[in-house]
């Protein structure tokens, strides 16, 4: 097992050991999300996801829905956590909730991740989003779930063609990125954009994050990726949280 699974393996015990199941279920929902796991890792991940759930639904179950109503009202923290609790409900009962937190000052990447658990149910209610100051309503049954999603395949197969000899660890990081891209462009899907740009977006990203822009035009020349067009596909607030994330 490599040093990224090794480390994120250590932080979901020591989660678990904290009884901080659903924190623990949420880095490994995260990472069971993405489009490759080493087998080693996938059995770890799977059986930690299995000791956790238990937990998570008898929290569901014995939740008192007043209190659950405090938490999507509360601070940022308390919302990210009625997440947590309402990915394990069924949210055919739970539409109101849901909406509003959809509607409230939440982050992209957390109201991607309600919208995942939304899709992961099949739910064919719409719900409404404001996104870049556009009013959406979508139906979660009805968007094309990651798995699915061609480009978001092939810019995965290109981080491992690209790295596997040379660094696996870029692996991981350029796969964690995509997911949080995923997230944070949720109810929209990668469809529409070209595999080779999106995975070339990405790597850029994560040399620029971890500070070793000075290899990347060396990195471009091996791969022959020059004449692949620099498409601007992220806003800032994409960027922010990219160095938050790969610098967590």
């Known amino acids: 097992m490599n040093a990224y699974y090794h480390s994120l393996i250590e932080e979901i015990k020591k989660e678990i050991d904290e009884k901080s199941y659903a924190q623990a279920y949420e880095l490994i929902c ?10 080693d890792a996938l059995e770890l991940l799977e059986y930690y996801k299995s000791e956790c759930k238990p937990y998570l639904e008898q929290k569901s ?10 938490y999507v009202h509360g601070t940022l923290e308390q919302k990210i956590y009625a997440i947590s609790i309402l990915e394990n409900m069924n949210l055919r009962m739970c539409h109101d909730e849901v909406q509003e937190l959809l509607d409230s000052d939440l982050p992209d990447e957390y109201k991607g991740t309600l919208i995942e658990a939304l899709m992961e149910q099949k739910i064919d209610d719409p719900f409404d989003l404001i996104k870049s100051g556009l009013n959406i309503t979508f139906i979660p049954s009805a968007i094309l779930p ?11 197969s290109l981080f491992e063609s690209w790295f596997t000899n040379e660094d ?4 991981q990081f350029c796969m964690s990125l995509l997911m949080q891209l995923v997230l944070y462009e949720r109810p929209f899907d990668q469809e529409d954009k070209d595999p080779y740009q999106l995975a070339k977006g990405i790597c850029r990203l994560v040399y620029d994050a971890m500070q070793k822009s000075d ?7 091996k791969q022959g990726l020059e004449r692949i067009e620099d498409i601007e596909y992220f806003c800032c607030e994409f960027r922010k949280l990219v160095v938050r994330y790969l610098h967590n």
């Not at 990651?146 to 995965?156: L, P, V, Y």
Request: no cysteine.
């Open 168 to 171: 696996p660890t870029m692996i």
């Open 146 to 156: 990651m798995e699915q999603d061609q480009s978001i395949n092939e810019a995965s």
């Open 30 to 39: 995260q990472e069971l999300n993405m489009p490759y796991v080493p087998k």
């Open 61 to 70: 179950k014995s939740m008192d829905f007043s209190k659950l109503q405090d």
């Open 215 to 221: 290899e990347w035009p060396g990195f471009v020349k």
